[in-house]
């Protein structure tokens, strides 16, 4: 049934073209390209940020800021369908060394006593589609406009997953879901931390999270992540 319900949510986001022309005031190309214009495509990008239809059952929902650029989602979808099987997935999934996977995968163990991994979370992004070029970084992106365009279907994944915890990874995917939601947030991310470390949303919580490699003590990002469990393992 989720399965399904997702598939709709593919079809209405392949639509949507809110931030294929996308331009800064200074005339800058900030557009981006949309991933879900075919299905073949998006649902074979082997990768923990795009293992949606493996996760759909999770208690945790991750939501990150952006996917980064198109050209990697392109280069695994190509290493994936020479080779279409589960067996293959789950081994681009794993070669998959990022620092961010890294860390997120260290912090969601040590908090958990090992109990949990990335494995059992799902994963998404606050802006769903894709950055033009080869940079994770860089200013080729209205990260506002975009997280707002996105926010409804954000919402849908949300109401699809239904999930117990939601962590957000730095100060966008927080800054969606106080639009989504209607709730007020201090104006950096740790000003959030420190007075709202841990958000009541009708039958959820949201942990604001730094991101996992920002220049923050491991023991202070450590702290967040243990308030998870009180809300996962009984």
Same mark, same amino acid.
């Given at each position: 049934?989720?399965?399904?319900?997702?598939?709709?949510?593919?079809?209405?986001?392949?639509?949507?073209?809110?931030?294929?022309?996308?331009?800064?005031?200074?005339?800058?190309?900030?557009?981006?390209?949309?991933?879900?214009?075919?299905?073949?495509?998006?649902?074979?990008?082997?990768?923990?940020?795009?293992?949606?239809?493996?996760?759909?059952?999770?208690?945790?929902?991750?939501?990150?800021?952006?996917?980064?650029?198109?050209?990697?989602?392109?280069?695994?979808?190509?290493?994936?369908?020479?080779?279409?099987?589960?067996?293959?997935?789950?081994? #681009?999934?794993?070669?998959?060394?990022? $620092?961010?996977? =890294?860390? /997120?995968?260290?912090? +969601?163990?040590? !908090?958990? @006593?090992?109990?949990?991994?990335?494995?059992?979370?799902?994963?998404?992004?606050?802006?769903?589609?894709?950055?033009?070029?080869?940079?994770?970084?860089?200013?080729?992106?209205?990260?506002?406009?975009?997280?707002?365009?996105?926010?409804?279907?954000?919402?849908?994944?949300?109401?699809?997953?239904?999930?117990?915890?939601?962590?957000?990874?730095?100060?966008?995917?927080?800054?969606? #879901?106080?639009?989504?939601?209607?709730? $007020?947030?201090? =104006?950096? /991310?740790?000003?959030? +931390?420190?007075? !709202?470390? @841990?958000?009541?949303?009708?039958?959820?919580?949201?942990?604001?999270?730094?991101?996992?490699?920002?220049?923050?003590?491991?023991?202070?990002?450590?702290?967040?992540?243990?308030?998870?469990?009180?809300?996962?393992?009984?």
């Amino acid at each position: 049934m989720k399965n399904q319900v997702f598939d709709e949510l593919i079809n209405s986001m392949s639509n949507c073209s809110k931030c294929t022309s996308l331009k800064k005031k200074n005339g800058k190309d900030c557009s981006l390209i949309n991933i879900y214009q075919t299905q073949e495509f998006c649902k074979n990008i082997p990768s923990i940020w795009t293992d949606w239809y493996n996760r759909l059952d999770s208690k945790i929902m991750i939501i990150g800021q952006d996917w980064g650029p198109y050209n990697d989602m392109r280069q695994l979808n190509e290493q994936y369908i020479n080779n279409p099987d589960r067996e293959n997935w789950k081994y #681009l999934v794993e070669q998959e060394k990022s $620092n961010t996977k =890294k860390l /997120l995968n260290y912090y +969601i163990r040590e !908090s958990s @006593e090992n109990k949990y991994s990335l494995d059992d979370m799902f994963i998404t992004n606050a802006i769903m589609c894709a950055r033009k070029g080869n940079n994770y970084r860089g200013n080729n992106i209205d990260l506002k406009k975009s997280t707002n365009n996105c926010s409804k279907y954000l919402l849908k994944q949300i109401n699809i997953v239904k999930p117990k915890v939601i962590l957000t990874l730095g100060y966008y995917p927080l800054l969606s #879901l106080s639009k989504i939601y209607s709730f $007020n947030i201090e =104006k950096t /991310l740790k000003d959030v +931390i420190n007075n !709202s470390p @841990e958000i009541m949303i009708n039958d959820f919580i949201i942990i604001p999270l730094y991101h996992p490699v920002a220049q923050i003590k491991k023991s202070e990002q450590l702290k967040q992540y243990k308030r998870i469990w009180k809300y996962i393992i009984q």
